[in-house]
């Protein structure tokens, strides 16, 4: 089952196109597409009941597709979770996993224009996996069934304020607006052959920079939420970034990092893609105010 955020509205997505849940429901399911994860057996119960295939569609252009969890109460996300990446950045292998928070204000959609705050942003296509059921003190051999869904994401990084400092702290450099576009849509994990192993990558005008496949992450989703949930529960409707492999421009040689003008495409397998076009914003050289 797919379900999106068409003009902030949740809707279930097919083949023939898109359902309005509110209305296809008769109003037992609210159209606000964040409020449906605190009741998403309740849903899932309805949306797989018979009945919802002869549901009146409505108009759906990908275009107008909002971020499929537009407002998670904690985004966290994984560094350092694929040995080509570790190996580019210059790491040793991590014991555990090694987690930071991205604030959800960072959230954007599959198809937002992005404001570059400076010429140092960085790209990071990660799957994301969206809590379905709160999930605290799980094992990792039960944290699939704390799961929602699938989507996809970028982890945009602005490299000089996520590494300055005597002990680094990520989570501003990978927030401002913008930094967080996801989408295009919620894939539950029936759907798929293999939840842990799908293609992922990135592209920068067409410049392919990020190729890989999900099942070389060093931890696992499961593990990774087994992790996390052993100190903080996670919520429905949170997200968990769950990093990215080889390719990033400010491990390139020379560094190469996003620019105005630029197109940022990012896809996965069996999801879908996300097309976010690149803008001078406040702080960039070519944009209106210094940083
Ligand atoms: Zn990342």
């Known amino acids: 089952m797919r379900t999106a955020n068409l003009d902030g509205r949740l809707v279930l997505v097919d083949d023939d196109g898109a359902v309005d849940v509110h209305d296809a429901s008769g109003g037992l399911f609210p159209s606000d597409p964040q409020a449906v994860f605190d009741r998403w057996a309740e849903f899932l119960d309805w949306a797989r ?32 979770n694929y040995s080509d990446h570790v190996a580019e950045s210059g790491f040793d292998t991590p014991a555990q996993p ?45 944290a699939w069934r704390h799961v929602a869904g699938l989507t996809l994401g970028q982890d945009l ?53 990020q190729e890989s496949r999900t099942s070389r992450m060093i931890f696992s989703v499961a593990e990774q939420i087994a992790w996390i949930s052993r100190i903080c529960p996670l919520l429905p409707g949170d997200l968990v970034f769950t ?41 960039h050289p070519d944009g209106p105010h210094a940083l």
């Open 49 to 80: 009941s018979p009945g919802t295939a002869g549901h009146a569609r409505v108009p759906f252009e990908e275009r107008r597709l909002g971020a499929p969890v537009p407002r998670p109460r904690q985004v966290f996300a994984v560094a350092l």
């Open 98 to 142: 090694s987690v930071f928070t991205k604030y959800p204000t960072s959230l954007a959609g599959p198809y937002d224009t992005i404001a570059l705050p400076s010429a140092l942003v960085d790209w990071e296509v990660e799957l994301v996996a969206v809590i379905g059921a709160e999930a605290h003190r799980v094992a990792a051999a039960d």
């Open 157 to 209: 990084s602005e490299r000089r304020i996520q590494l300055q400092g005597p002990a680094p702290q990520f989570a501003l450099g990978k927030s401002f607006p913008g930094f967080s576009p996801t989408g295009p849509v919620l894939v539950t994990p029936d759907e798929f052959d293999d939840p842990d192993d799908l293609a992922l990558g990135c592209a920068v005008d067409g410049e392919t920079m």
């Open 243 to 283: 990093g990215t492999p080889a390719g990033v421009g400010g491990a390139r040689d020379p560094r190469r990092f996003l620019a105005p003008g630029e197109e940022l495409h990012s896809w996965i397998d069996g999801i879908g893609s996300l097309r976010n076009p690149l803008v001078a914003g406040p702080g």
